[in-house]
């Protein structure tokens, strides 16, 4: 793991984050085996630690073996994965997914809702809110004073610092107070961000991101997106945006794309563009890309490698340790093989075993904003 940054502050918050990294990737940790793979002392890490704990994120869980020379038991820290339950929301263009879930991902309940982009965005957050209630009225009694807050995320630009979803691109039309609403309506914090963002976050804590700290998350599904990370942090242009693999130009020829641009990934390759090429449910798409006649597949073909251009242009650009690929569109065994094929087609030297699907595809609906909620957390942001 590397160490940098610029103040103290920064230093501070980076080693959290190790720490936490750590305890995500063995379960239990003693301070003194976190202290000797980050590069700490004990001190520093019962330092970073102890406010962890008294805000009830980390919690002693007994002690094991003995440390070498001391003769002291190794006093083991873990996740306080029990004790703090959400509400996971990942809004999306087609379906809202609402999960009541602890910190480690095992989840209570859950409901999917149409995202409803024709009434008014309150009263649609207010249909979210009221879903969120039948998840609480569902759980055991034990969880509901466990529910410590709301995390969410949503596709385009959000502002973290008010709450606020900036451009929902295909949902909303208008900068939405998300965190403000949701938060008079279910009496909790609230927290929002890009969505594909807080799934890259998760690749980090929970995932192949944890082993490389240079990685493109590309995320196929109900839209297209990207995420960078470089040295562990996530990139973010001046306009607040994340990577926008979904509009770069891959089609010269292309029709007008929803950004304004011409030939944009998005307007190409994008769900909603393969369903007018054959109809399917997003969930069924390596049954259907399977059974296409011939005509439907060289396009559902032309459109993979098209999102090949794209991926082939990113790794020129940045050379990312990892790509990893996520969304319902990238659990086709099929597609992806084919992607990865026009890749090495067009560029020889490419390493395609670069490329790799996430481990965390199963739980993506919820996993994303649970990283994000425990992001918060170990930057000392309160929730």
């Known amino acids: 793991m590397r160490q940098s940054g610029i103040n103290m502050e920064q230093v501070k918050a980076y080693n959290r984050a190790m720490i936490i990294q750590y305890i995500c990737e063995h379960k239990t940790a003693s301070r003194v085996d976190i202290a000797a793979e980050c590069g700490l002392t004990p001190a ?12 009830g994120i980390i919690i002693e869980v007994g002690t094991t073996g003995r440390h070498k020379g001391a003769g002291r038991r190794k006093v083991l820290l873990s996740m306080n994965y029990e004790n703090l339950f959400l509400y996971s929301i990942n809004i999306e263009r087609i ?40 998840l609480s009225e569902k759980a055991k009694s034990s969880i509901k ?41 279910l009496g909790l914090p609230v927290i929002i961000q890009n969505d594909v963002k807080a799934f890259a976050r998760a690749e980090l804590l929970l995932g192949d991101g944890r082993y ?31 990577a926008e693999i979904a509009h770069m130009i891959v089609d010269l020829d292309g029709d007008e794309c929803s950004c304004g641009k011409r030939g944009c990934l998005e307007s190409v390759a994008s769900y909603q563009k393969l369903n007018s090429i054959i109809p399917f449910d997003i969930e069924n798409f390596e049954s259907v890309f399977e ?43 099929s597609a992806r093989e084919k992607l990865i094929e026009s890749i090495g087609k067009l560029d020889a030297s490419f390493d395609t075993k670069r490329i790799i699907h996430s481990k ?8 994303g904003p649970i990283a994000e909620f425990l992001q918060r957390a170990v ?3 309160e929730i």
């Open 44 to 55: 520093a890490v019962t330092q970073i630690i102890s406010p962890l704990i008294r805000d």
């Open 95 to 134: 379906n809202t997914f609402i999960t009541l879930t602890d910190i480690n991902g095992d989840v209570a309940s859950s409901e999917k809702l149409p995202t409803d982009n024709k009434i008014e965005p309150e009263a649609f957050l207010g249909k979210v809110a009221d879903s969120c209630r039948k």
């Open 145 to 185: 004073d466990k529910i410590k807050g709301i995390s969410v995320g949503i596709p385009g630009i959000v502002d973290i610092d008010k709450g606020i979803a900036v451009k929902a691109y295909g949902i909303w039309d208008r900068p939405v107070e998300v965190c403000s609403f949701l938060g008079k309506e």
């Open 212 to 242: 490389n700290d240079n990685f493109i998350a590309v995320k196929w599904g109900q839209d297209i997106s990207g995420a960078i990370t470089i040295n562990g942090n996530m990139y973010e242009n001046m306009e607040l945006k994340p």
């Open 291 to 333: 059974k296409a006649d011939n005509e439907q597949k060289m396009k559902i073909e032309k459109a993979i490698h098209l999102f090949a251009v794209a991926i082939t242009n990113c790794n020129a650009i940045g050379s990312p340790e990892k790509i990893i690929l996520n969304g319902p569109m990238f659990r086709s065994k």
């Open 360 to 367: 965390l595809a199963d739980s993506e609906e919820y996993i």
């Open 379 to 381: 930057f000392g942001i």
